[in-house]
């Protein structure tokens, strides 16, 4: 579950709704790694269960502790399929959970679909002018879900998930740190009068 500032992205609640889907009579799980991030638990209601994570080294993302955090749990849960979003963090943490847990990884879905169990993933390529097919036999693998490929509003379902708290594996002094998260300034810009776009 994707968040910045205690605040659950919208993709977070379109991969709860396809995963709900995919899920079927299984088990949806949601994964909550932060600082203080138990209380958005609440919200996940499509979800079955929701593992929550929290360390303060955890309180912004950064590539070393988040991804040590979802292999471990990755590892000890043996889920059939991790959906990430398809984000700077999600593409950062996809692609290292899948070299270091050797799981197969498809990149920018834009649809999932169950059949015959395993999992059919549409990728969007090239800007949208190529859709490729791939088969997660078996259903194992990681997918990065793109933004805007499921209706966010089926995933923000009311419910009581059950909340689970994992205690967090050692994570000593990562070498990358967030020191400040800069906003750029919103605004219009006239373009006719910048001399560089």
Same mark, same amino acid.
Do not use: W
């Given at each position: 579950?994707?968040?910045?500032?205690?605040? /659950?992205?919208?993709?977070?609640?379109?991969?709860?709704?396809? =995963?709900?889907?995919?899920?079927?009579?299984?088990?949806?799980?949601?994964?909550?790694? =932060?600082?203080? !991030?138990?209380?958005?638990?609440?919200? /996940?209601?499509?979800?079955?269960?929701?593992?929550?994570?929290?360390?303060? &080294? #955890?309180?912004?993302?950064? @590539?070393?502790?988040?991804?040590?955090? #979802?292999?471990? +749990?990755?590892?000890?849960?043996?889920?059939?399929?991790?959906?990430?979003?398809?984000?700077?963090?999600?593409?950062? /943490?996809?692609?290292?959970?899948?070299?270091?847990?050797?799981? @197969? +990884?498809?990149?920018?879905?834009?649809?999932?679909?169950?059949?015959?169990?395993? !999992?059919?993933?549409?990728?969007?390529?090239?800007?949208?002018?190529?859709?490729?097919?791939?088969?997660?036999?078996?259903?194992?693998?990681? !997918? &990065?879900?793109?933004?805007?490929?499921?209706?966010?509003?089926?995933?923000?379902?009311?419910?009581? @998930?059950?909340?689970?708290?994992?205690?967090? @594996?050692?994570?000593?002094?990562?070498?990358?740190?967030?020191?400040? /998260? !800069?906003?750029?300034?919103? =605004?219009?810009?006239?373009? &006719?009068?910048?001399?560089?776009?």
């Amino acid at each position: 579950a994707e968040h910045l500032e205690g605040k /659950l992205s919208d993709l977070t609640f379109e991969m709860l709704a396809k =995963g709900r889907e995919l899920a079927g009579s299984g088990k949806l799980v949601a994964v909550l790694l =932060g600082r203080e !991030v138990a209380g958005l638990a609440s919200v /996940l209601g499509a979800a079955d269960q929701v593992l929550v994570v929290e360390d303060a &080294t #955890l309180a912004s993302y950064t @590539p070393e502790a988040h991804g040590k955090v #979802l292999a471990e +749990l990755v590892r000890a849960r043996s889920p059939h399929l991790v959906m990430v979003g398809s984000t700077a963090m999600g593409m950062d /943490l996809a692609a290292g959970l899948s070299g270091e847990l050797g799981i @197969p +990884l498809v990149a920018y879905c834009k649809d999932l679909k169950a059949s015959n169990g395993s !999992v059919v993933a549409v990728s969007q390529l090239y800007g949208g002018k190529v859709l490729l097919e791939s088969v997660l036999d078996g259903g194992k693998g990681i !997918v &990065t879900v793109l933004a805007g490929a499921f209706k966010a509003d089926l995933g923000r379902k009311a419910g009581s @998930p059950q909340v689970e708290t994992v205690p967090c @594996p050692p994570l000593g002094t990562p070498r990358v740190r967030f020191k400040r /998260l !800069v906003r750029s300034e919103t =605004g219009d810009v006239d373009i &006719t009068k910048e001399d560089v776009l």
